[in-house]
């Protein structure tokens, strides 16, 4: 059973609804439902996951970030709650830093967002909490407070599998430190930040006014490349309230900065044509479209995608889609392998990934295939040790 499965049914029985009642409230059949509690069908789509929760009359953080993984994480849970110290001793206005200057902490910062682009998650969880305390021990370095925190804080914790209210307090702390500043990038880059965590906790209507309230410009690369971001992110909440025609015009407005501005790196987003692919399956993916992720996958060119990052999101996103396919499975399992084998942490710890590696399970064969994925679900916590 999966982690979504088990927490679904524990959280129906603790409110004393029947599959009837919670799968007629989020607009499933009670048989579709029965298969999610039983791990059969996975839940990796955010508008699901939120018509659940409705129906539970709970947060959708309950069913998706409650339950951790069985196997112990170590050094990772040690490096989460040294991020959480720190940015609890940020909030009170005592970081606690040393007194470093800011082009050294501009080169910490611009290494740690490079780590977490190449998916060195427990080299960027050894550096991130005293990174975060000498950044705001220096109030000369308040313009890199945004960019450290959604691309290094937020991004880390979100990869690692971390409650999102640890997310949610780094996005907002970026938020803070960017409103004080006279600069529509670092405002972009922090409303990017605080959108996606919005996102990720089902508040749909506030991601909406924190999107259309930011400024956006192309004058110039740097703007380009954070006005394509944010036209994916329109995307992807447009998905997620059901309006397909407005995710399909924000992409394609992506898809032409894209296009203009060329690859790059910009504020370390990565954004550019190669970029375009991994947002439309992920787009597709939202709305329940398998076939149209998996054919989108097929058009794009992996190994063109300049981050591992995004390259692990691309096999992650595209074994997704194969597992919803009939007579994808083995494929479905290279896709999640290659993903894998770039970042495990993205694998292990993300819901969506862990719930399509628990669905294969109910199915897997005693064949190489089979073994790759008890592999993996094993490494995922999904498996005990026998």
Known sequence: ??????????????????????????GISPSYLSRIENGQRAVDRRSLIVALANALDVSPTELVHEALPVTARGSTDAAVDQ??????????????????????????????????????????GRALPMLIRDVHANPDARRLIPLLHVQGTQAWLRDVGAPLDLGWQAATIARQAADALDDPVPRGLAAFGVAHGLLAAGAYDLASDVLRATERDTSTSERSHLAGMLAFTDSLLAICRGDKAASAAALDHAA????HVGEGNTLWFGFGPSNVAVWRMAVALEAGDHAAAAAIATQAIPDAIPSPQRRAAYWADYGRALAHLPNH?????TALRRAEQISPTRVHHHPFTR??????????????????????AYRAGLLPIR
């Open 329 to 333: 499975r083995d494929a479905a399992i």
């Open 83 to 124: 991020v959480r110290r720190a940015l609890l001793a940020v909030t009170m206005g005592h970081p606690a830093g040393g007194v470093v200057p800011v082009a050294v902490l501009a080169d910490r910062v611009s290494a740690v967002l490079d780590a977490q682009q190449r998916c060195e998650h427990d080299a960027v």
């Open 355 to 376: 719930s399509v590696l628990a669905e294969l399970l109910t199915t897997a064969r005693a064949d190489s295939a089979g073994r790759e994925l008890r592999g993996m």
């Open 1 to 26: 059973m999966s982690d979504i499965g088990r927490r679904l049914r524990h959280l129906r029985h603790a409110r004393g609804k029947s599959l009837a009642v919670v799968a007629g409230l989020a």
């Open 256 to 259: 032409d900065l894209a296009d």
